[in-house]
């Protein structure tokens, strides 16, 4: 009964290294996203994909990069770490795009 | 202004109590609706979605005015266990497809 699964939970980071959060889903859903969540802001939309092979910006999709190359998986990955990526990223995922969201437990990352 | 706005609270209420929440979205294309609710630090929780006639669930009752562009969920009989914020999401088509989520609404349940 997995569902949403999100590696690692905790991650620090010097500036400018790279990295990859990893999100796997196993409920054959179509659509999955990538958010951050700062205090006061709310959760805010990086990217997200409606398929395998297709991809889109949302919010704020600077400094990020995702792909999609399997229903399952869907990576985000920071290219030159900054320390205003400092923050809570959730990865969720629904059977369509106008579903409820299954969310990950959340990847705490800190950029020093 | 925001595309969805949410009274940041906190609401600080005795136990058995009811409050309601209310969240406006500015698109009026906007197609789906959901409360979700988030304990510190835990990722989201869908609570219930929101439909037209609108729809409870035990002590939940969620509304939708299409009009007027808001949405409203009534807690009845608060529990200590309700204290958590509650975050209004609603989902767009416009060429692209999106969830927008409020900054949510907190809640204290005192015993």
């Known amino acids: 009964n997995a569902g949403v699964t999100q590696t690692p939970k905790f991650q620090v980071l010097k500036t400018g290294q790279s990295m990859t959060l990893q999100c796997a889903q196993d409920m054959n859903h179509e659509y999955m996203s990538w958010y951050r969540q700062d205090p006061g802001m709310g959760l805010r939309l990086i990217h997200y994909?409606?398929?395998?092979?297709?991809?889109d910006q949302g919010e704020v999709p600077n400094g990020y990069n995702v792909s999609r190359s399997t229903t399952e998986d869907f990576p985000l990955r920071l290219l030159s770490a900054a320390p205003s990526q400092t923050s809570v990223y959730f990865c969720a995922s629904s059977l369509y795009s106008n579903q409820p969201q299954h969310f990950g437990d959340g990847t705490r990352l800190s950029i020093l | 202004r925001k595309e969805v706005e949410q009274d940041p609270g906190p609401f600080n209420v005795p136990e058995g109590a009811t409050v309601a929440f209310n969240c406006t979205y500015s698109?009026?294309?906007?197609?789906?609706f959901f409360w979700y609710r988030q304990d510190c630090r835990k990722e989201p929780k869908l609570l219930m979605s929101?439909?037209?006639s609108g729809n409870e669930d035990g002590r939940f009752t969620a509304q939708l005015n299409r009009a007027s562009q808001y949405i409203s969920l009534l807690i009845r009989d608060s529990k200590l266990s309700d204290s958590a914020t509650y975050l209004c999401?609603?989902?767009?088509?416009?060429?692209?497809?999106?969830?927008?989520f409020g900054t949510g609404t907190r809640l204290k349940v005192l015993a």
């Open positions: 698109n009026s294309a906007s197609q789906s």
């Open positions: 999401v609603v989902s767009t088509t416009s060429g692209t497809y999106k969830y927008i």
């Open positions: 929101v439909y037209s």
């Open positions: 994909s409606v398929g395998a092979g297709i991809t």
